[in-house]
């Protein structure tokens, strides 16, 4: 079976623009779950979706979005780009409803400058 | 928020050597999950746990589940060369997202 598969895996960016990062789930799995990793804050949960619904955000500001679409696949957008942005972004799979074992594709590394 | 501490930091060991970390927490969790990632990679699961006092192995790894539900330890035997990475405990999941400890740095000595 494949993995989660994230697109693109590097991308670089300036300060205030927007960008978009795509994800797709291994196959079955219908919750989808985002995640920042700096080196500084570690892994931190940005959001999660289920059935194209997006069922919780972790604390970050509204700059940050996300949607899934009707096939599991989700992307996550990230406007008026802060060079604190810069990052790795992790999608992660899972069933939804447990067990809760979230399984990761290989991340977008972000650089805002 | 809920927070896991994550011990040690980083670990610098012989090759063959057995390895242990663990991870602790205020709150009481149902689950742990501990991770490996490596660099330009995604975290790899390795052990979930889902009962206090579980204990489970993967090859050469053995976790626990603490029976208070607010610790986990994580043990390797034996290291290798590709032990080598950043070992992650993880906690919640669903909905609420998983939080995970700042990770443990597994560095091997020749």
């Known amino acids: 079976k494949a993995g989660v598969t994230q697109t693109p895996r590097y991308l670089i960016k300036t300060r205030g623009q927007q960008v978009t990062l795509s994800c797709s789930p291994i196959s079955g799995h219908r919750s989808v779950s985002w995640y920042q990793q700096t080196p500084g804050q570690g892994l931190q949960f940005l959001f999660e979706y289920f059935s194209e619904t997006q069922r919780n955000k972790g604390n970050f500001p509204g700059r940050f979005s996300g949607r899934q679409f009707s096939n599991s696949r989700s992307e996550m957008n990230v406007s008026t780009l802060e060079l604190g942005d810069s990052a790795l972004y992790l999608c992660?799979?899972?069933?939804?409803?447990?067990?809760?074992?979230?399984?990761f594709g290989p991340g977008t590394r972000l650089t805002v400058t | 928020g809920q927070q896991l501490n994550q011990s040690p930091q980083s670990m610098f060991i012989q090759e063959g050597e057995d390895v242990s970390m663990n991870c602790t927490s205020s709150s009481i969790f149902n689950t742990w999950l501990w991770y490996k990632q490596e660099p330009g990679e995604g975290p790899v699961l390795l052990i979930a746990l889902y009962k206090a006092g579980e204990l489970t192995s993967n090859g050469r790894l053995t976790a626990q589940f603490g029976i208070t539900r607010k610790d986990s330890f994580l043990n390797i035997s034996a290291s290798i060369p590709s032990d080598v990475g950043i070992y992650f405990c993880?906690?919640?999941?669903?909905?609420?997202?998983?939080?995970f400890g700042k990770g443990t740095h597994l560095i091997i000595q020749p």
């Open positions: 993880a906690s919640g999941g669903g909905a609420d997202g998983l939080t």
């Open positions: 992660a799979s899972s069933f939804p409803g447990g067990p809760y074992e979230q399984y």
